[in-house]
């Protein structure tokens, strides 16, 4: 998926705005930063992600930014629309599955934004969260927690035709 100039201006702009409001903020215990990029392009490469979903959906993205001190307030927002939660890759193609997300109707996007301007992204596939959680294998670095779901359980991003009526909006 291919992002116009302006909407690739605001996904960074907004990447911008989340990687100042978590200035200085550490890290998640389980974070290796060994391993990580840092966090100004991780956040630029999500929004573009995030964009691209709602893009491909026709579904409203709000570009959220929020103050630190803030963040219990408004985690439990969906990334686009209202429920959809998106997952972005680097290295690989397994995406994490939170069980905190559990029960809340959401589907996983799970996208691939195209280096190193991330002016494209790819969308790999959707899936049923809680899908994804009962596919999905524990992780390395927070096996409780997290499981990850590989690309080979994704439906096609082309199949994706919106919010079932059993879902209901978190």
């Known amino acids: ?10 996904a960074l702009h907004v990447g911008a705005r989340r990687y100042i409001e978590n200035w200085g903020k550490a890290d998640a ?10 966090d100004r392009t991780a956040q630029a490469a999500a929004c573009a992600g995030e964009l691209a979903v709602a893009k491909l959906t026709n579904q409203y993205w709000g570009g959220h930014v929020w103050p630190g001190n803030r963040h219990e307030e408004f985690k439990g927002m969906a990334d686009v629309g209202h429920d959809i939660e998106v997952r972005r890759v680097r290295t690989s193609s397994n995406a994490a599955v939170r069980k905190r997300q559990l029960g809340k109707g959401l589907v996983l996007f799970v996208v691939r934004p195209v280096v190193p301007e991330f002016r494209a992204v790819e969308i790999l596939g959707w899936i049923d969260h809680d899908e994804a959680w009962e ?29 079932d009526e059993e879902r209901v909006p978190v």
Do not use: C, F, Q
Request: glycine share 10%; aromatic share 16%.
């Open 135 to 163: 596919k999905g294998e524990p992780s390395g670095y927070d096996a409780e927690g997290t499981r990850v779901i590989g690309e080979d359980y994704l439906n096609s991003p082309m199949t994706y035709t919106g919010a």
């Open 29 to 38: 215990r389980h974070y290796d930063k060994k391993r990580m990029e840092d």
């Open 1 to 10: 998926m291919e992002l116009y100039p302006w909407e690739y201006e605001w």
